[in-house]
């Protein structure tokens, strides 16, 4: 196990990418593809819930259908934590986000998502690098 010093997060750079990932958050709902383009890194790596990888093209292809297959409406990220490594430069940020992903066919579901994001420092701005989201399990309605 490594044993490294973590550094100490400013709130200021908490508040940053708290606002960096409720704005993609909003990008997926207003279908604002150029997102993508404007925060991703070009090295960028998702891993979908389901276990499937996409590097950039991918997840802009992605992100496309979603766009226009119907909205998403996140509702909330809970369990936002900011761990800073590399003198500041590297941010690991974990924490899950709420919502309803509604199709053209008028179908909706529950999202109830676990994410890990990487964010790399780059010329003064924030840039993805990562990301891996896992759905939650539900529990069952008792009855």
């Given at each position: 196990m490594l044993n490294r010093k973590r550094e100490e997060v400013p709130d200021g750079i908490e508040i940053e990418l708290r606002k960096l990932f409720e704005a993609w958050m909003t990008?997926?709902?207003?279908?604002?593809?150029?997102?993508?383009?404007?925060?991703?890194?070009?090295e960028f790596r998702y891993t979908h819930f389901t276990g499937e990888t996409f590097d950039l093209a991918g997840y802009r292809c992605l992100y496309e259908a979603l766009a226009e297959d119907g909205g998403t409406?996140?509702?909330g990220?809970?369990?936002?934590?900011?761990q800073l490594l590399a003198d500041g430069a590297v941010?690991?940020?974990t924490g899950?986000?709420?919502?309803?992903?509604?199709?053209?066919?008028?179908?909706?579901?529950?999202?109830?998502?676990?994410?890990?994001?990487?964010w790399e420092k780059c010329?003064?701005?924030?840039?993805?690098?990562?990301?891996?989201?896992v759905g939650k399990q539900l529990a069952a309605p008792s009855g």
């Open positions: 990008s997926i709902k207003e279908r604002d593809v150029s997102f993508v383009d404007r925060v991703m890194a070009p409406d996140i509702h990220i809970e369990n936002f934590c900011v941010a690991l940020v899950e986000f709420l919502g309803d992903h509604t199709y053209s066919d008028g179908r909706t579901e529950h999202e109830d998502v676990r994410f890990l994001c990487i010329a003064g701005e924030w840039r993805a690098v990562a990301l891996q989201a």
